[in-house]
């Protein structure tokens, strides 16, 4: 493996800093309460194996794309079925400041993203909760940019007509 204790530290601080974030895109590419916390274990092992080779400026992007990759190998391993989410990593914040608003947020969010397709979902999470541009959204995913685009435009399509078919349009 071949990483330092100075590397060691880094990670360290990298993971107390940045697993929080991590934790809640998790919950949102999963869609799954049961692969949540291997999800995270899973990213967090890759990274730790090639940590002593990823640039400080590029961690989280490279932790985020790595996220990616063990979900599709978990979405593959479990037959593409997704299983309604458990919110217990989501913070959304209601603008209200009522924490059972919070709650009924948290659990619309996750009902809406779990109609989603495996795709969809990725590249509104990568898009939308990362704030990534589609250009990095395509590198992170693998795929060219036009593809971003048409599959963000078609899953906040979907998003919104869900939404609105629950009142709130």
């Known amino acids: 493996m071949g990483v330092n204790s100075r590397s060691a530290d880094e990670f360290r601080r990298f993971a107390q800093i940045h697993w929080g974030d991590l934790a809640r895109s998790a919950v949102l590419l999963s869609g799954n ?3 949540v916390d291997d999800l995270i274990q899973e990213t967090f092992e890759r990274l730790w194996r090639s940590w002593d080779r990823i640039r400080p400026e590029t961690a989280l992007g490279y ?3 790595v996220m990616v990759n063990a979900r599709n190998d ?3 391993k479990a037959g593409r079925t997704p299983v309604p989410t458990d919110s217990v990593y989501l913070d959304v914040k209601t603008s209200s400041g009522d924490p059972t608003g919070q709650v009924d ?3 619309e969010i996750l009902q809406h ?3 989603l397709s495996e795709r969809e979902r990725q590249v509104i999470v990568a898009r939308y909760y990362w704030g990534l ?3 990095e959204v395509a590198a992170s995913l693998s ?3 036009g593809t971003i685009k048409s599959t963000a435009s078609r899953a906040v399509a979907r998003l919104r007509k869900v939404h609105e078919g629950a009142g709130h349009g």
Do not use: E, K, V, Y
Request: aromatic letters at 4%; a neutral charge; zero cysteines.
């Open 105 to 107: 947020d948290r659990n």
């Open 74 to 76: 978990q979405w593959r």
């Open 133 to 135: 541009t589609n250009d």
């Open 33 to 35: 309460p049961s692969d």
């Open 113 to 115: 993203l779990s109609m």
């Open 63 to 65: 932790a985020r794309t």
């Open 143 to 145: 795929l060219p940019a």
